[in-house]
T-cell receptor
Framework: DAGVTQSPTHLIKTRGQQVTLRCSPK?????VSWYQQALGQGPQFIFQ???????QRGNFPDRFSGHQFPNYSSELNVNALLLGDSALYLC?????????FGPGTRLTVL | QQQVKQSPQSLIVQKGGISIINCAYE??????FPWYQQFPGKGPALLIA?????SEKKEGRFTISFNKSAKQFSLHIMDSQPGDSATYFC?????????FGAGTTVTVRA
């Protein structure tokens, strides 16, 4: 049984560009959450998707948007990238309370 | 504003010793408290979790102690091994969003 998978593993972008990150949840899970983890800090909640809708959102600007597909996979889109968006982006899937994280996508903004 | 405060920032323990990590929270609505272990370059892995109606939960060498009146909980790692060297995060939630502590880096000396 594959766990949570994310792609790509690493990404380098320049300021002002747009990026799309992808996540496939653990088999049987219907909910996907996205977190941003800056170096040396704990993950910060961006938003959660359930039944293809955004169910809850953290304190992130509208430049961060997402989508969930009928097969429960999800995308995170970030527009107008800033240097401060450089971080590890984590996807977590869940069925009830327990959230299981993927390996993350390391985004570097130059 | 960090909803979960974690200490210490780092600790060093000898092989076979006990590692203790403490967390405190303010939001009395929190009803689920997981701990995660993260190795460099990897996503957080769920270790153990507790609900506030239980004062202690043990899984193998890992024990959570929970003090509801003090709004504090802690992770004890018994018989620490070099393979336990990692960053540990406490978290809390009352809905879908996990609020994480800042993390504790544990180093186990052989």
């Amino acid at each position: 049984d594959a766990g949570v998978t994310q792609s790509p593993t690493h990404l380098i972008k320049t300021r002002g560009q747009q990026v799309t990150l992808r996540c496939s949840p653990k088999s049987g899970h219907d909910t996907v959450s996205w977190y941003q983890q800056a170096l040396g800090q704990g993950p910060q909640f961006i938003f959660q998707y359930y039944e293809e809708e955004e169910r809850q959102r953290g304190n992130f600007p509208d430049r961060f948007s997402g989508h969930q597909f009928p097969n429960y996979s999800s995308e995170l889109n970030v527009n107008a990238l800033l240097l401060g968006d450089s971080a590890l982006y984590l996807c977590a899937s869940s069925l009830v309370r327990e959230q299981f994280f993927g390996p993350g996508t390391r985004l570097t903004v130059l | 504003q960090q909803q979960v405060k974690q200490s210490p920032q780092s600790l060093i323990v000898q092989k076979g010793g006990i590692s203790i990590i403490n967390c405190a929270y303010e939001n009395t609505a929190f009803d689920y408290f997981p701990w995660y272990q993260q190795f460099p370059g990897k996503g957080p892995a769920l270790l153990i979790a507790i609900r506030p109606d239980v004062s202690e939960k043990k899984e193998g060498r890992f024990t959570i102690s929970f003090n509801k009146s003090a709004k504090q909980f802690s992770l004890h790692i018994m018989d620490s091994q070099p393979g336990d060297s990692a960053t540990y995060f406490c978290a809390a939630t009352n809905d879908y969003k996990l609020s994480f502590g800042a993390g504790t880096t544990v180093t186990v000396r052989a």
